[in-house]
Nanobody, 123 residues
Framework: QVQLVESGGGLVQAGGSLRLSCAAS????????MRWYRQAPGKQREWVAA???????NYADSVKGRFTISRDNAKNTVHLQMNSLKPEDTAVYYC?????????????????WGQGTQVTVSS
């Protein structure tokens, strides 16, 4: 079993910043890529950013240049620094990862999503 716990959300004015964190724990031998997603009210969950174990990053066009993803491999944590926030960034933010457990089994994603962290950007 692997658990994901997101934190760091809150209410911020447009143009402000927040830093989200996500910790993965449980039967993890190695995490490959870690990813952030978000889900706005009435919309489907969408991918936001990803980072490989080697530090290569990729971003959705909507956040490119404003968000920065980083990770601490030793702690199995991933962060999302969000700057120049816009009202359309309002959503619940979730993380996920693909990983290998101690038996050598590979999982393309953690089956159970965490509770997420709410980000609300006021105009």
């Amino acid at each position: 079993q692997v658990q994901l716990v997101e934190s760091g959300g809150g209410l911020v004015q447009a143009g402000g910043s927040l830093r989200l964190s996500c910790a993965a724990s449980g039967s993890i031998f190695r995490i490959n890529a870690m990813r952030w997603y978000r889900q706005a009210p009435g919309k489907q969950r969408e991918w936001v950013a990803a980072i490989t174990s080697g530090g290569s990053t990729n971003y959705a066009d909507s956040v490119k240049g404003r968000f920065t993803i980083s990770r601490d491999n030793a702690k199995n944590t991933v962060h999302l620094q969000m700057n120049s926030l816009k009202p359309e960034d309002t959503a619940v933010y979730y993380c996920n990862a693909d990983y290998t457990d101690y038996s050598g089994s590979y999982y393309p994603a953690v089956p159970s999503w965490g509770q997420g962290t709410q980000v609300t950007v006021s105009s």
